[in-house]
């Protein structure tokens, strides 16, 4: 089968597997995630050599133990509501930010090309595992679960990495990051922060139904994902180079691994959710 078709093939299997599951309901997006992180974590091991049973197991019971705290089955009917616990909430999300400025020092790091043990499972935890459980909260607010949320960051995600490959392909001159990943440039990289804040103005305004005042919430989430969505990308290209692999795995053709689809959404969902506790704060 032609390369290109391939890849066309399990893209747009794992986009519309992706938007079915969250849409559908709770159970069936919890699922699925909890599908990509046992997958993530197994391929993240593979990166740095790490035995794959322990890791498997602490993700297993973190998700499990999350999906009991915070979901909660009410009356006779299937209905639920989020319990928020706000001390567990700052606690998974400055684990995770303090996780998340260790890989930005290892990635600008030139002389650190090994990943020690304790580094090796702070990453586990910090890096994957804690994101992932971030993830699973950011579709709930003070309505309940709205799917339209993380569906909304995903087509950023998705804006920013395309726009960024096109404007840089066809005008880029200046290396972004190039001891890491060569084909990233600047021109790329501003192409992508501005076709995602013109994505997003449209999202806030056409499918997330916001009010005129509240599209600058969504321009600053662009923002986000467009910068630290970069920054994750790179981070888990350095662990690639380090373990001298073009991807974490070859579950969809053409495309890698999981680890490969959601490097950028796993490094930007904790500066989401700190962004959403800001403004909670603020209002």
């Known amino acids: ?11 747009a299997v794992y986009i519309l597997l992706l938007i079915a599951s969250i849409q559908y309901s709770i159970e069936t997006f919890f699922v699925l ?3 990509f992180l046992l997958i993530a974590v197994t391929e993240f091991c593979n990166l740095v050599h790490l035995n794959k049973i322990a890791p498997t197991i602490i993700a297993c019971l973190f998700y499990f133990f999350f999906y009991k ?3 909660a089955e009410k009356g006779d009917g299937i209905l639920y509501a989020l319990r928020y616990n706000r001390n567990f909430d700052l606690a998974v999300l400055f684990s995770s930010l303090i996780v998340s400025l260790k890989c930005i020092v290892f990635l600008f790091d030139n002389k650190n090309l090994k990943v020690d043990s304790f580094s090796k499972f702070a990453y586990l935890i910090g890096y994957i595992i804690l994101p992932f459980v971030i993830i699973t909260k950011i579709p709930f607010g003070i309505k ?4 339209n949320i993380l569906i909304s960051i995903f087509i950023l995600i998705w804006t920013n990495d395309t726009f960024a490959y096109l404007v840089g392909k066809s005008i880029g001159k200046h290396k972004l990051f190039e001891r890491i990943s060569p084909k990233k440039t600047i021109e790329g990289f501003l192409g992508g922060v501005g076709f995602a804040l013109i994505a997003s103005y ?6 997330l139904m916001l009010p005129e005042k509240n599209t600058y919430i969504w321009l600053i989430i662009a923002s986000i994902v467009s910068v630290f969505g970069t920054i994750g990308d790179l981070v888990e290209s350095k662990f690639k180079r380090i373990s001298e692999k073009k991807d974490s ?27 959403y506790q800001i403004l909670n704060y603020v209002s």
């Open 1 to 11: 089968m032609n390369e290109t078709l391939k890849r066309s093939i399990s893209g």
């Open 33 to 35: 995630f909890g599908v």
């Open 69 to 71: 705290i915070a979901i």
């Open 144 to 147: 309940g679960y709205n799917p």
């Open 202 to 207: 449209f999202i806030s305004k056409y499918f």
């Open 249 to 275: 795995g070859n579950i969809m053709p053409g495309h890698g691994g999981i680890l490969d689809r959601l490097d950028s959404v796993i490094f930007v969902a904790p500066i989401i959710f700190l962004f």
